[in-house]
């Protein structure tokens, strides 16, 4: 279908599932070979809703030395922040989503601003970066890639950003399925920890 309604987009074809990180990789070695200066990752259950989204991520990193750039991503179809940035805490192993919950609007005004990591479901990469910084880490198979690269881009200089006039839909769960990263989670929690201990 892809082939048949977009002729002139080039399809990487890896013959088996690689992972987000690894199936990504394919696709960013394959642009910076063709000449691109930026690569944008955008996840299949995402939606380019802003039409300036791209122009909006590329402006801002050409004027400041930015590291991985993100819009606010919201829930699908609403103006409710799923992921305006986000933090790790160190001492339990946890993310915390900046924003969650709140109006689009509380952040829509709002300059740019530096954030520990931004989500890999929209994110803006230049190539200067990733010939600095190096490729997302293909150990992880699905899940937390996106926060380690952006740990190893600020320790390399690089701060993620997010820049909130941009924004982009998310149907989070979509690609992985919600029942399965539910099952995921809940026997991660309750079988594997509860062994540990």
Not at 143 to 157: I, K, M, N, T
Request: hydrophobic share 40%; net charge negative.
């Amino acid at each position: 279908m892809a082939r048949e309604r977009f002729p002139g987009v080039a399809i990487i074809e890896n013959g088996e599932n690689l992972g987000f990180a690894a199936g990504n990789n394919r696709a960013i070695s394959y642009a910076l070979t063709e000449g691109a200066e930026y690569v944008m990752l955008l996840n299949s259950d995402a939606i380019a809703a802003d039409e300036s989204l791209v122009t909006k991520l590329v402006d801002f990193e050409r004027s400041n030395h930015a590291g991985p750039v993100s819009p606010v991503v919201l829930y699908t179809g609403t103006d409710t922040v799923w992921m305006a940035g986000a933090g790790v805490d160190y001492l339990l192993g946890r993310n915390r989503h900046r924003g969650i919950g709140k109006h689009y609007g509380d952040f829509s005004s709002l300059a740019p601003y530096t954030t520990v990591y931004v989500s890999g479901c929209c994110m803006m990469l230049s190539r200067a970066l990733l010939e600095g910084v190096g490729l997302p880490d293909e150990d992880y198979f699905f899940f937390y890639e996106d926060v380690d690269y952006c740990l190893r881009a600020a320790a390399a200089g690089w701060p993620s950003y997010v820049v909130p006039n941009a924004f982009v839909y998310h149907q989070k769960s979509a690609s992985s399925g919600t029942r399965w990263a539910k099952t995921l989670f809940r026997g991660s929690r309750h079988t594997s920890w509860g062994a540990a201990r």
